[in-house]
């Protein structure tokens, strides 16, 4: 499974990172990855970076490690006043720009919303959000006005077991779940 957190914010636009904060003077600056693994934030040529209500595009020059995360010169940003106009913005990428992942892979932004259901068919909620654990990933889901309850579940992402079947199509997720849990 690919992972972008932080998922979209319209139907077009999928959110990869944050640029954070300047580093240094010449213009880099900070960035925060929702990618997994962290640097592949770095192999679009360009980003969009959104500011308020406005997008805009633009270029990566350079981007690399630095200690425990990631740095990255963009194209027209050549000092730190830049950077600074730039920080706490998200980085977005439109979603048909995204890699095609194979039939049994997921961008965590397509299965957000989903409907989740046991194999006897009651239904749990839709997941809310996903979160990296170090072992698996984990799928919360809250109950809603149509689920057996209320109840917020932590599921463990783990296909062919726990997750039995999903339907990007339809919107929906079989699970080996006991409701009880």
Do not use: C
């Not at 240094?24 to 990618?35: A, D, H, I, P, Q």
């Not at 909620?125 to 579940?153: C, H, P, W």
Request: proline share 4%.
């Amino acid at each position: 499974m690919t992972r972008f957190e932080s998922s979209q914010t319209d139907d077009t636009h999928v959110v990869l990172g944050k640029l954070t904060s300047p580093y240094g003077v010449k213009g880099w600056l900070k960035v925060y990855s929702y990618t997994s693994p962290m640097d592949s934030i770095l192999d679009y040529p360009e980003w969009w970076v959104r500011q308020g209500e406005i997008l805009k595009r633009v270029s990566i020059v350079q981007g690399r490690r630095q200690g425990k995360g990631l740095v990255v010169q963009l194209e027209g940003v050549d000092d730190r006043s830049a950077a600074e106009a730039l920080a706490q913005t998200d980085i977005m990428m439109p979603k048909q720009a995204l890699p095609e992942l194979s039939d049994d892979e997921y961008y965590w932004h397509e299965l957000e919303g989903m409907a989740v259901f046991t194999q006897a068919g009651e239904r749990l909620g839709q997941v809310s959000y996903l979160f990296e654990t170090g072992a698996n990933d984990v799928m919360v889901v809250r109950g809603d006005s149509e689920s057996i309850d209320k109840r917020e579940r932590l599921l463990p992402f783990l296909p062919d077991d726990v997750i039995i079947e999903i339907s990007t199509q339809e919107g929906r997720m079989v699970v080996d779940w006991d409701p009880e849990f």
